[in-house]
């Protein structure tokens, strides 16, 4: 028997989506909200960056997938 990991998952996205996943991205957005602003499952956004993160398309970032919001709430700002 064989098992399908993810088999679920949608791995099909338009340039322009991929461009508006980084932007919120480099901006600092939590994988949360970029889920929610573009409709989509957080697994789904969640592969698509950890994608653009392992072919050197995103770097790494404070906050990882928490984003910078996560840092400010964290320090009380």
Do not use: C
């Not at 994988?31 to 072919?55: N, Q, S």
């Amino acid at each position: 028997m064989l098992y399908i990991a993810l088999e679920n998952a949608d791995f099909v996205w338009r340039e322009e989506q991929v461009k508006e996943v980084d932007k919120l991205w480099k901006d600092g957005e939590p994988l949360d909200a970029i889920a929610k602003l573009m409709g989509r499952p957080k697994r789904d956004v969640f592969l698509l960056i950890y994608d653009r993160l392992d072919t050197g398309k995103l770097s790494r970032r404070r906050g990882s997938i928490f984003g910078q919001r996560h840092n400010q709430k964290a320090k009380g700002e």
